[in-house]
């Protein structure tokens, strides 16, 4: 067409114009033999998304048997997300107040801007030489209560990870292979945290080496599960405690309770960890580090998820003079752990929670959900309890099929939000931290419809 246009204007060039043309028709022909998708894919244009049903055969198919079950009756396919919202293929918004990985916000483009920047870098490992990982060590140190006396990190990929590195560093300096978790606890997939997370026991399944405390248990509670440990010839190598006691139905510890579990698990001889996989990053809008603000003075400092915002870094905070008691140290690596790439993207979240002066945003939103979830609660009777820490709010209701209805029924209308506890009767609200008041507002309404439907 265009060089039809151009001869009839040039008719003298017309024959230099038009030299190209069987060229021209053969290309086209040959888009027209691939086809209009296959050519754009081909052009690296995006794909249109499968039939959400196809995809979750697919899944199935391939991944089903070990991977855990999707969320939601009716299942979100996501193609993107922006701030605290998700959006779907079909270009539908859901208003996430499930997610605590995007701690800043789904895709915050100082992180994602950190990220690519380095990737187009240099992608590499920790026995190089590279300033942002010690940067990012430096900082996390910083940020810890110097009574801690925090001084070494070990970057990894996972919150198991890190939890795996503690009980195995714990473990080998104690010389005990016993452990002390909260009832339904969850720390990770690995092979020995695995035993330590009651929370995905099997039927019938049960660790003798780990024993376990109720969730209103303190000092006494350890007291008693340490003894059990030392008579089965155990011992306690270490405590581990999410102070959020999330899987357990949102419990959050007073500090006196957690100063009492911390005491009792150092006169069993124990270690203390405090997994801050879950609380960590100023989700309980005090501190950074939930631990900090209760008081207490771990012997390592797990942490994970928020970390990079969504790109894969973890960490094992602890003492050198502990370290250096186990066999192993200095022989300790993990490939990807602290990568380049995820150190960019530690100091950009850590940068964000500063600049953005997340953690007392997240005091003022996170007292504002509990006053209208309280609210709530008094104009509705299968509301057991409101329990919260920050942005990490538990709404117990009186049946765990009313609260999976309810996941549902707000699912159905665009807002998400998750279920925890042994009965699963504990709604989970646990947003991103960038969460705001007209946020609260339009999840209050939605629970308020939700409990009416169901
Ligand atoms: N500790 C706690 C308290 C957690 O909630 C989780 C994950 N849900 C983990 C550890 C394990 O982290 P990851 O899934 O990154 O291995």
Redesign the pocket.
């Known amino acids: 067409m265009i060089s039809a246009w151009r001869a009839t204007r040039y008719p003298e060039n017309a024959g230099y114009i038009q030299a190209w043309d069987d060229d021209s028709w053969r290309l086209l022909e040959l888009i027209g033999d691939v086809g209009c998708e296959r050519f754009s894919e081909e052009l690296g244009a995006a794909r249109p998304a499968a039939p959400t049903d196809a995809v979750i055969k697919r899944r199935s198919d391939a991944v089903g048997a070990m991977l855990t079950r999707l969320s939601y009756s009716d299942p979100v396919h996501v193609a993107r997300g922006e701030g605290v919202w998700l959006v779907d293929v079909d270009g539908r918004r859901l208003l996430d107040a499930y997610n605590n990985v995007p701690v800043v916000g789904h895709c915050h483009p100082r992180v994602t801007e950190a990220v690519v920047r380095q990737t187009r870098l240099l992608n590499t490992h920790a026995r190089y030489v590279y300033e942002p990982l010690v940067e990012l060590a430096e900082r996390l140190l910083a940020s810890m209560p110097p009574a801690a006396r925090l001084d070494s990190v070990m970057f990894v990929n996972?919150?198991?990870?890190?939890?795996d590195i503690a009980w195995r560093i714990a473990s080998g300096v104690t010389g005990c292979d016993g452990a002390i978790v909260t009832q339904h606890?969850?720390?990770?997939?690995t092979a020995a945290?695995a035993n330590l997370s009651p929370e995905e026991w099997p039927e019938g399944f049960d660790a003798p080496h780990v024993a376990r405390i109720p969730v209103d248990g303190g000092g006494e509670a350890v007291a008693a599960a340490a003894g059990g440990l030392s008579e089965a010839g155990h011992g306690v190598a270490a405590t581990f405690i999410?102070t959020g006691l999330?899987?357990d139905g949102i419990h959050p510890l007073t500090p006196e309770r957690l100063a009492a579990i911390e005491g009792a698990t150092r006169r069993a001889g124990g270690l203390f960890v405090a997994?801050e996989?879950?609380?960590g990053y100023g989700r309980s809008g005090e501190h950074l580090w939930t631990f900090a603000h209760l008081g207490v003075t771990p012997d390592f400092v797990?942490l994970?998820?928020p970390m990079g915002n969504g790109y894969?870094v973890?960490a094992v905070v602890t003492r050198r003079e502990i370290v250096e008691g186990f066999a192993f140290a200095r022989r300790m690596f993990s490939t990807f752990g602290g990568n380049p790439v995820a150190a960019q993207a530690g100091l950009a979240v850590l940068d964000v929670i500063r600049d953005e002066r997340i953690i007392p945003h997240v005091k003022h939103v996170g007292e504002l959900l509990q006053l209208r979830l309280g609210e709530l609660k008094t104009r509705h009777d299968e509301i057991v309890a409101v329990r919260g820490l920050g942005l990490l709010v538990g709404v117990q209701l009186d049946d765990p099929g009313r609260a999976k209805a309810v996941v549902d029924a707000m699912r159905r209308r665009g807002v998400l939000i998750g279920r925890t506890g042994p009965n699963e009767d504990v709604l989970k609200i646990r947003p991103p931290l960038v969460f705001d008041d007209e946020h609260v507002a339009v999840l209050l309404a939605t629970l308020a419809e939700a409990l009416d439907a169901t």
């Open positions: 996972s919150g198991s990870e890190a939890n606890a969850y720390h990770g997939v945290i999410d999330t899987s997994d996989v879950q609380v797990t994970g998820k894969p973890a």
